[in-house]
Each structure stands twice: as C-alpha cells, then as structure tokens.
C-alpha cells in the first residue's frame, strides 16, 4: 500500500509567504509531488516542514476517491 503524506507548499522563497491561503496536498512519501501535479518552482521555498491532518486540495481528494494512487 501506498504512504501518503499530508503537506502544502511554503510559498516562494524571497519572502517565505503564500497570500493565496493554505492548500493540504497529498505527496507520496519520498516523492516531491504531488497527486495532483503540483510541485514548487526554482523560487519557491518547497514543500513545507509542517504536515497537515487533512487534504485540502480537490484534486488531490479526487484522485483518493478513485483510487488512481500508483
């Protein structure tokens, strides 16, 4: 079975905030992305040290639901 985390983004790196809110993906352990593609930039400050209770991001429960989890 397959380990998910629950993670979001940190937001870019000059200034270490993200004005667009707080949007709990789902990141397969030991990869950098995740299930619904997003990932951070060359600007960004990556995939924060915090992880959430919840996913938070559509398209990330989306594809939970249908089990499209490789």
């Known amino acids: 079975m ?5 993670r979001r ?3 870019a790196a000059r200034s270490g905030s ?3 809110g707080s949007v709990y993906h789902a990141v397969v352990v030991g990869q950098d992305i995740a299930l619904c593609g997003a ?3 060359t600007r960004s400050a990556g995939w924060s040290e915090y992880h959430g209770r919840a996913v938070t991001c559509r398209r990330c429960l989306k594809k939970l639901e249908t089990r499209e989890v490789a």
Do not use: M, N
């Open 2 to 6: 397959t380990q998910i985390t629950v």
């Open 39 to 41: 990932t951070y930039g």
């Open 9 to 11: 983004l940190a937001g």
């Open 18 to 20: 993200d004005r667009s």
